[in-house]
């Protein structure tokens, strides 16, 4: 009984807080479903596409997997400013169209487009000029760093379009047109896998490229991502399209971007700070040591995208109805998002456990990277089973408009937990790669617990954008 009240709509909202009539288990299910299944296939079609792309690489053996690897926490530090924008143009989207303020929520995009387009452009000046210094900080290898240099400017290149593509996504998916940001990721990882095929070992009359094949796949699969986002927001039988390119700045709009803006990019900022340390703690533990934990990253994106694929729904539909004024329904369709992403996030951790010798055996046929790997599968099942939720929930305060205080937990768990206690569980007790994914198991953990404890007080309900 307990178990069935807690999937029970009726008792996700306490009856002291309901505005009106909540809709059945059927109704909230399939409503929440209904948005949150193109947005969680369209980020496991991409973590799967994203494995494609990783297994590919790694039939040039570890120092490849590590080259491509260790460009991540550089390029998602200098993504931060654009990816933070992004969240702030979801929720500001979904707000207004609550409100039944279409207008607005076009120039919100038209004004979010001007600020992607100029901040693209600086990202992609500075990290071509300092692409060594950054990797060589977050502690690059000599045995990979060339590839790794090459790799990293190359898909800079490419990341100007895909950071455009990712702002027209992002106010589609505070409307609630999730379709069209899966078909738009997912058109361009196929791209890129094909591209992959042929430049990587060289097919048909395409030269044998190597990591440097897949760095220019990875960036024509941005353009194609650009190419179709835009036709996305210039056709004229879709509610949030351009009509017209009169951009006018609005101060309203752009305090209520920047109220998550900023409080996203601080949290951001702790993210890949602390991403970048514990990256480069455990590049120093060895080539294997550190081409095992990129496989397995790459393994638990599929718990993280799905989680990821609800979190996106859930705040879509928590800041729609706040903007409708429905905090109760808002509150409702957050536990329903987190409650969908936990079963899944159940099932994963069984399946990767039981599977987790052929899924590593995809990535490489190393046997010591088997067989440190299929141990740390084991850890990363734990993730999954915490994961998911807490990426739901968090999703859920930032398209609030609470992203003050998810920065204030990024930068206790990510920021400070996770490097300092993977650093000495990994070189002060002697654990190794061990001791980084429990650094990684706590810090999921602590964020859990931290951003369900603000949840639970309601606070976020009342903050206007």
């Excluded at 009726?10 to 209904?34: C, D, I, N, W």
């Excluded at 106010?171 to 042929?198: D, H, K």
């Excluded at 930068?411 to 206690?421: E, Y």
């Amino acid at each position: 009984m307990v178990l069935r009240n807690f999937f029970l709509p009726e008792h996700m909202v306490k009856p002291s807080m309901r505005l009106g009539e909540l809709p059945s288990f059927r109704q909230a299910y399939k409503t929440s479903l209904s948005m949150a299944w193109p947005s969680a296939l369209e980020a496991l079609l991409v973590a799967v596409i994203s494995s494609f792309d990783m297994m590919m690489v790694g039939g040039l053996g570890s120092s490849a997997i590590a080259a491509v690897g260790i460009c991540t926490q550089p390029r998602y530090i200098l993504l931060a400013t654009v990816l933070t924008l992004n969240m702030g143009v979801t929720a500001v989207v979904a707000r207004r169209k609550g409100e039944k303020n279409y207008k607005d929520a076009v120039d919100a995009l038209k004004q979010a487009l001007v600020i992607s387009f100029a901040l693209s452009v600086i990202i992609t000046i500075i990290g071509q000029v300092f692409a060594k210094d950054l990797l060589v900080l977050a502690g690059a290898n000599e045995d990979y760093l060339s590839d790794a240099i090459d790799y990293f400017r190359i898909t800079l290149a490419g990341n100007f379009f895909y950071m455009m593509s990712l702002t027209m996504t992002a106010a589609q998916r505070g409307f609630g047109n999730t379709r069209i940001s899966m078909i738009t990721n997912t058109s361009a990882n196929l791209v890129n896998i094909l591209f992959n095929w042929f430049l990587i070992n060289g097919i048909w009359f395409f030269p044998r490229l190597g990591v440097r094949g897949a760095a220019i796949a990875t960036s024509i699969g941005y353009v194609a991502a650009f190419l179709i986002a835009v036709r996305s927001i210039t056709r004229r039988d879709v509610p949030l399209a351009i009509r017209d390119f009169k951009i006018r700045f609005d101060k309203n709009t752009l305090t209520s971007i920047s109220k998550v803006w900023s409080g996203s990019f601080i949290e951001q900022i702790f993210i890949r700070i602390g991403f970048f340390l514990y990256a480069a703690m455990v590049a120093a533990l060895g080539t294997t040591e550190f081409a095992t934990h990129q496989i397995c990253m790459q393994i638990i994106t599929i718990s993280f995208a799905l989680g990821d694929g609800f979190s996106v729904a859930s705040t879509s539909l928590v800041g729609q109805n706040l903007g409708a004024e429905r905090s109760d329904l808002a509150i409702m369709y957050a536990k329903v998002g987190q409650r969908m992403a936990m079963v899944l996030g159940f099932i994963l951790s069984i399946l990767f456990i039981l599977l987790r010798v052929p899924l590593l055996h995809l990535f490489s046929n190393e046997a010591d990277v088997i067989a440190l790997g299929s141990k740390i599968m084991i850890i990363l099942a734990f993730v999954c089973q915490i994961q998911p939720s807490q990426v739901v929930i968090s999703g859920c305060l930032r398209g609030a408009g609470d992203s003050g205080y998810v920065a204030l937990t990024s930068f206790i768990s990510i920021g400070i937990l996770r490097p300092a206690l993977s650093y000495f569980l990994c070189y002060t007790l002697g654990l190794g790669l061990f001791g980084a994914w429990l650094g990684l198991y706590a810090d999921q953990f602590t964020r859990l617990v931290l951003n369900i404890i603000r949840f639970r007080s309601c606070k976020w309900t009342c903050i206007r954008l």
